[in-house]
């Protein structure tokens, strides 16, 4: 299939999801671009997607360089501290923040406050990235001295499971722990999104409540 065929049918996903769940809200779509060309990239582009998400500098640079229109750029793998100070002019979004000197570098380096997303490890895995909840909370209360870090939201990856309960479970335990950490307005961390959900679980990400899904390879492909 087409990358066109592909965002229309993503597209109509999305909109049967949000039917299921009785949402009318937004739910963006960042397009993961970080396996494929700037000629793939540009071809998302074309379609009217301006979310763009990368995981890389060297990445991130080359679809830059090469491309001049309008785009929303997410920041979507582990940032290194010593990487910082080449990576927040260039993004809109962090969706990977999950230590106190990867904040502090931020604080340092930024001109104007960054989009976060504080990364949550819901599920435990040792496999994966992130602060445990509890962690999070702690967090989240720690960043509110820094007024160049704004944080958006929670970002988590699910289990890669064919048990769709166990997915749900994680997503609903990202989202309540959104709910608790915005009860708390904690300056600087408005906590009103979720990002969640990938190609292979983004329909039961957003019946919970994901506001960004993040898209690769069943939009795009792999390697193009």
């Not at 997607?49 to 491309?67: S, Y």
């Not at 001049?68 to 979004?93: A, C, E, P």
Request: with cysteine.
């Amino acid at each position: 299939m087409t990358i066109k065929q592909n965002y229309e049918r993503i597209s109509e996903q999305i909109r049967s999801a949000k039917s299921r769940s009785n949402r009318d809200d937004q739910v963006t779509l960042i397009a993961v671009t970080k396996e494929v060309s700037v000629h793939v990239a540009k071809e998302v582009l074309e379609l009217g997607i301006n979310q763009l998400g990368e995981n890389r500098f060297e990445g991130l640079q080359d679809k830059q360089d090469h491309i001049n229109t309008d785009v929303v750029w997410h920041f979507i793998g582990s940032l290194q501290t010593r990487k910082v100070k080449d990576i927040i002019h260039r993004i809109d979004y962090l969706h990977s923040l999950d230590r106190m000197s990867l904040a502090n570098e931020i604080q340092k380096r930024a001109n104007e406050p960054l989009k976060c997303f504080i990364q949550v490890n819901i599920s435990g895995e040792e496999s994966k990235h992130g602060l445990s909840p509890e962690e999070a909370v702690n967090f989240a209360r720690e960043l509110a001295e820094l007024d160049k870090v704004y944080v958006v939201g929670l970002m988590t990856m699910a289990p890669y499971t064919e048990d769709q309960q166990v997915i749900r479970n994680s997503f609903k335990g990202l989202k309540d722990l959104q709910t608790k950490i915005k009860g708390l307005e904690i300056a600087n961390v408005p906590c009103n999104e979720l990002s969640m959900g990938m190609s292979n679980d983004f329909e039961i990400a957003i019946e919970e409540g994901a506001t960004f899904i993040r898209i690769g390879t069943d939009l795009v492909g792999k390697g193009r």
